[in-house]
């Protein structure tokens, strides 16, 4: 008569909830072993480095936007916000090198850092002290950061020292004991970033301003500090993902970290973060990185689909990826 | 004027008038905290005036009041929810202000809010600690935490755990994490607004009991209730709010329950529950047979029948809520078939059971009941618009003298129409949402709690309505956590316990303490033999059933 | 089993040129494998410098690449990672743009766009007797966009035309249409129109024609769209002539590495693309209806 | 003891309300005033018609925007959905042109429609019953129909044929009774949807879908039904806008709508409709439009900055008007 079935799994909240949170992990198992199934190479050493290498940039900004996105709000500038610290990055190494030979690299980095604190500071303030949708603040920063790269490249692009290249290229190129610096460094930032988001007091309010803003209020927690922190935050990670990305391409231009700001945000979501705040999970971020970058490598090596329709179908896969999620649960 | 003179004139004078500019008489404690024509308005609106109270330590205080009195809204003025616009407010003889929540919790006085206001994302121990975690060295300890969570929770009787989510509690165990919040630390003033509005039974006693414990420490306790007898029980003063003003302040032994009712709403009353109507014989409108809730009610049959009043009794948590929600759509469900005046229903949806004839007004009246940023004619009209407009298009005029109707035969208080459903007092947004279902003109109505928040002139209200429309012939299915309530009211009660239905009584065998006997101890009453068989029968299938009893 | 692996690594199409590129890419894959079994052609588009990185590392990962014809997005972000494909043996052609260190192209297939410029200006100057009033539209900012400019202005710079303004318009006809309004708005006197893109340049000629201004005497563009094209053969009054600057540079280019693995001794060294003008007529020899560009 | 500052402004609820309704209004007669006062060109007939003319296109696919985003969603593929139906829509055309003549447009204008329609639907259907983020679900349709016009079109354009051009102008270029065709089918589209938002039984439950979607469910409405619309209405308005747009230019390209999704949703925010749903304001949105593109219309017609910089003072005109919405708050 009635089913039964449907009573039978005790299953409490607890053990759903992990399962949920697995569905990341997950779905990156599962576009491996599409890829590996698609190209015996996919496994090759060299392309998993490679891919996790590369994986780095958007991982690194992706652990800044969880903690953004998870107070509840977005910012939709961090590509262009990399595109502008790269850029003042590299002007200021070359014009440091004739001075202080490799050691200028250390001030670029140093600056990279400053700059993007500061222009998440920006960005927070706009949306806290504005209280105005971080969308609308977001996008409107991110027109002025990508004019700036514009303006400051006069439209064309920014170089780095040839000079400066040996010294800085084993940022991007070398390892430590064999795990690529990229890695290592991202490493560290989601270790700091989950540390945060999980063990202080700043992420336990991060998470609660994002779930109930007006509770967090009574309870005495600054929301409009909380939130533009977070964006500080952000644009300290984009600061770092700019150290790790100089070597590797060695130049800015005004197409520098075009539509990153897509891909983080996918990244995070993916991840499990929900995009209304009050939830964060920073591992399923990472996992969401890995997973874009991993569509977009099958993308090259399989050779499957006309190039036009690549785009298509990494949207399918993504999609597919987050009904996956829904069928797991 | 003469209105309130006249009532004076009937009971003792009160201890101290609205007006009373001294501060408390000489020999007594200093208050706690004190209120010095203290008042607010919104733009033009003034919900509430010149009000001077004090709360003393070792005190519970009562602040009773009709719906939309003003007594929230002095709450929020005392905690710093909300700032006075005009009058002071004073600890011992300093003068204070809050300019927000926080600085009156530095300042030891926490308020309860009467409607849950907490982060559904977090567990309830970080709830508890929001904003004042602690830490071991830079990092939370999260284990210092939980045990002091679960103490304060064991403290009032609260079931959940300080690891659960609090979305995804109940309403019950919400209110008591909300109290359990505010007891965290000591305090000096402890403000309940309607605590135990969405309680029942033990837990409605271990609440009291923490008040007194308060008490006995020296904090100062403000309490309001529409639960007369519980001011009666516990409070040492009682204040009486009507209209946004001060009526006054009274000793509790010098006034009856009667008394306070009165004062409330400024007129005298007569007989809370209205005739009953006897059992109906009728052939059943409702019929289930055996449907499973998931997470909910295991196996549920009942059958409702124009004319007659079905009382849903049990604990809380005993699965009442899911097992209705559940029977709507509104959760998943497995079973049947459902029956509706004789026919089966094709879909289970709230819409197809609408069209059909029968409502469901929720008890969560926040998060499912209303649309509180909307205002008050888009969400009395939500439900019922397929009802109200044969047509795809609206008829604004029309909104507004159904607005206009509903205010008036619910006795909505509203200082405008144009307000949001948000801006109406908690009981008024109860009877709006009642309005708001009866719009459909429905022919069964379940109600989950019918008159949570609802002063006591306006619940009187409520049953003459209930009655009324069971007398034209609709039936009525009252779920409902107040015991005197379900049995003044109902013709036949079920009582469910650990999500099974376990007894049916009914005509005199309706007593609060069958009720209680049936819901706690499992041995069912006369006539629950046959739900009693059907509990033995299905329990070696189903498993335990869900839900703390 | 010794198929040869030519890698291909382009642009993705975001607007008309570059779709022309791989159009043609794919073109060449096509008829390279149809007629050479043993010769096999990957062609591989990307959206950015960044992502161009990552192909070119994907697909050198993986398999032993024979040849890696290239355009890339810009130089110096392309050159380190173009000599690390080098290093493994491969054979190198860039098209387009040079590497910012010329040993690391085997074969350089170079367009010119400072030539597009300066050539258009040169007609254009001649054309207004030295002296008028211009405006000009440019597209996304890259290299290609700035070179082009750049040779434009620093031949009016020599003559009386004053260049009135000059904005982005993003290589895309909308916008160019929306440019050129506010500009026919803007400016009560314009006595001619460059679109550093043909793509634009539709954009620009709709407005000119819905604004029924008369004294615009030309409207030129860039590339030799086939449309573009078209009208120049047909002696269009205000667009006589234009500049060739054809994505089919990179079948040529495909051809020309092929052609080592069937039996030819490899094509090194530079071979640079003039930018003639296209005229009536000389149209005839860039007319290609088939392509979609 | 009070503080003051909460009690100064008498505005009570009502009128309150009213002032912030009018805020995207007074922000577009600020810029307007401006415009007027950076170049008296501005206000020349010829220019106002052009600026309102072409504002058409955003303005009518961010009328199917307000109400996707006042139901609690997103639409993030509108742009790239335009360029789909324009692309389908000029390929149709171009086939029945030999045989129907020009009345193969109206058999392109209803596929556009019924196309728009069911791309919508998609979008609608997995949102709601794949029950994923807005967000991811159109970011992901909008990468594929990125794809399908750079598939349909070889990576070059799609022009319509010639005959039909000069059937299909006016639908541009022609005017009735002095006011263009897109202005008027503009008008056309917002007293429709704002009918329908404000007057109809569906527009109303959208809304209450947005305010609080579970109050809505336990009201029997069907919040999936409702949410589904929202995007057959959003592509609709995409059809609608295509329709419009093709003889503008008569091609279709891989960059038609692109970015137009940034600039829809700019357009909703800045009318004042709510991000988090719950809230549309119709007029608002027009409003948005209108400034967006005026906004746009004076960067060239001063010559205050450099070309490079347009976008960083765009995107601070708009975060100032935004801020201004607060102060006249
Ligand atoms: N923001 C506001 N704007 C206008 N009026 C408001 C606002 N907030 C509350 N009110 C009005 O203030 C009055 C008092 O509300 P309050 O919540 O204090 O009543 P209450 O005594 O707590 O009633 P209940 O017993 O129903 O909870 C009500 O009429 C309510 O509509
Ligand atoms: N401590 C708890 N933790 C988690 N879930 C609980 C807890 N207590 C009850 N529940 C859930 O709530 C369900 C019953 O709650 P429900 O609110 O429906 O009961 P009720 O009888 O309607 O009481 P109420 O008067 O509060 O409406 C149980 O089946 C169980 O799933
Ligand atoms: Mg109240
Ligand atoms: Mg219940």
Redesign the interface.
Known sequence: ????S???P?AG?LSR?RWMDMAPFIALALVIVLGALLNPNFLSATNIANVVTRSAFIAIIAVGATFVISSGCLDLSVGSMMAFVTGLMILTMNKLAPTLGSNAIFVGAGLGLIVGALCGLVNGLIVTLGRIEPFIVTLGTMGIFRALITWMSNGGSIPMERSLREPYRPVYFGDLFGVPIPVVITALVVLAGA?ILY???YG??C??V???A????????SVTRIRTLTFVIQGLCVGIAAICYIPRLGAATPTTGQLWELQVITAVVIGGTALRG??ARIWGTIAGALILEIIANLMVLSNMVSEYLVAAVQGVIIILAMLAHRFIR | MTLRADLQGLTPAPLSAARAAAPAEPGAPPPALRAEGIGK?????TVLSDVTLDIRPGEVHAIIGENGAGKSTLMKLLS??V???????LQGVR???F????AA??AGVVLVHQEI??????TVA??LF????L?RG???DDRAMNRRTAEVLASIGAKCGPR??VG?LPLAQRQLVQIARALLEPRRVVIFDEPTAVLAGDEVTALLDVVRGLRARGVAVLYISHRLDEVEALADRITVLRDGRMIGTWETAQLSQRDMAEKMVGRALGHLYPAKRGAASAAPLLEIE???V?HGA??ASLVVRPGEVLGIGGMIGSGRTELFEGLLG?R?A??GPIRFDGRALPRR???A??AAGLV?L?EDRK????????PLA?NL???A??HL?PG???A?RREAEWLAKAIEEYDIRVR?P???AG?LSGGNQQKLLLA?VMLTDPRVIIIDEPTRGIDIGNKSQIYGFIDRLVRAGKAVVVISSELPELVGLSDRVLVMRAGRLVAELSGDEITEKSVIYAATSGAAARGGAAAQARENHTAA???TGQGAV | QDKRIIAVSIPAATHGWTGGVVYHAEQAEKEIEAAFPHIDIVVKTSPSATAQVSALEDLSAGQKLDALVILPFTSEELTGPVEQVKAKGTFIAVVDRGLTDPAVQDLYVAGDNIAVGANTAKWMAEKLGGEGKVVVLRGIPTVIDDERIQGFTEVMKDTKVEILDIQYANWNQDEAFKLMQDYLAKYPHIDAVWANDDDMLLGVLEAVKQSGRSEIKYALGGNGMKDVVKMVMEENAMTPISTPYPPSMIKSAIYMVAGQFNGQAPMRGSFKLDAPLITPQNAEQFWYPDSPF
């Open positions: 008569m009635t089913t039964v449907d009573i039978a005790p909240g909830i540390f063990r202080t007091k336990r309010r998470i609660a994002g779930s109930n007006e509770v967090a209020r009574f309870s005495g927690v009050g939830k | 308005s919104y733009g033009a609106i710093g929810h700032l006075p616009t005009e009058g002071r407010l003068e204070v202000a300019p927000d929540a926080a919790e530095r206001l907490l982060a559904a994302d977090l970080e709830n929001l904003g004042r975690e830490t830079v990092s939370v659960d989510r995804s055996e449907i499973s998931d295991v196996l509104l998943p497995q079973g949806s709230v819409s059971w609408q469901y929720t998060d499912r009941g209303l649309l509180l940023e909307e888009a009209t939500l439900q618009l397929d407009n795809p298009v609206l604004p405008s144009l307000l949001r801006q708001k299938q189903a498993g």
